[in-house]
């Protein structure tokens, strides 16, 4: 079975610092991993995603995650926080069987920006 | 392109009545994918359909709850003898055929059910 674990449910940072966020996943084989981020009473909209290839991943709104095999980590990172970048992230795998794309999310991690 | 769709976006039940949430997927999308958002939680995978089939409903409890989606009109996650504990917020996501796991689930906007 697959899990996500995301340290901190809730990470402060001042605008302008950089932000990163944690994530690190279980699965029984080679994983697809996603990022979503939740903004309040809406739903979630894909920042980024790893399926193979390179590891450093670019998404939107100037995000990245690098996928580290040997830490079985998806970090998500941006190197300076924006005051519309407060909202809630998600970290997901997928049970990536053909026919089957179902997501396993993280608890997610509530991000406030600091002025 | 209209995104997914829910219906209603806040829904308010007493117990013992039954919920009706819809979904209307993206244009093109036959793919169909229900979760669950429990208050502080992250969201929980109920059950996978495509037009007319039932594909994974593995996160679905047995009792009370079921999910159609048919050939015709929008898929529907029904919740029977609703309790207080099926207070949450529904989330819907739709994709394209099966890519094997590299394809985007796009999500609507959630139906917050409240029951009182």
């Known amino acids: 079975a697959q899990s996500v674990t995301q340290l901190g449910s809730h990470v402060s940072v001042s605008e302008g610092a950089l932000v990163l966020l944690r994530c690190n996943y279980s699965?029984?084989?080679?994983?697809?991993l996603f990022w979503y981020v939740q903004y309040p009473n809406q739903g979630l909209q894909l920042l980024l995603k790893?399926?193979?290839?390179?590891?450093l991943v670019k998404g939107i709104n100037g995000f990245e995650a690098e996928f580290k095999k040997s830490e079985t980590s998806f970090h998500l990172t941006k190197p300076s926080a924006h005051m519309s970048d407060a909202a809630e992230y998600f970290c997901?795998?997928?049970?990536?069987?053909?026919?089957?794309?179902?997501?396993?999310f993280g608890t997610g991690t509530r991000l406030t920006i600091i002025p | 392109n209209a995104g997914v769709m829910q219906n209603p976006r806040h829904l308010v039940r007493r117990r013992g009545q039954e919920a009706r949430l819809r979904c209307s997927p993206m244009?093109?999308?036959?793919?169909v994918y229900w979760y669950r958002q429990l208050p502080e939680e992250g969201l929980k995978f109920m059950v996978y359909?495509?037009?007319?089939?039932?594909?994974?409903e593995s996160g679905m409890p047995k009792e009370r709850f079921s999910a159609e989606f048919p050939k015709e009109g929008p898929s529907i996650l029904r919740i029977q003898q609703v309790v207080r504990g099926d207070s949450a917020a529904y989330f819907c996501?739709?994709?394209?055929?099966?890519?094997?796991?590299?394809?985007?689930?796009?999500f609507g906007p959630g139906t917050r059910l409240t029951v009182l």
């Open positions: 790893y399926t193979t290839g390179a590891t």
């Open positions: 244009k093109g999308h036959s793919h």
């Open positions: 996501a739709s994709s394209r055929q099966t890519s094997g796991g590299a394809g985007e689930q796009f």
């Open positions: 699965s029984s084989v080679p994983p697809y």
């Open positions: 997901a795998v997928s049970d990536h069987d053909f026919g089957n794309e179902k997501l396993t």
């Open positions: 359909l495509q037009k007319e089939n039932i594909i994974d």
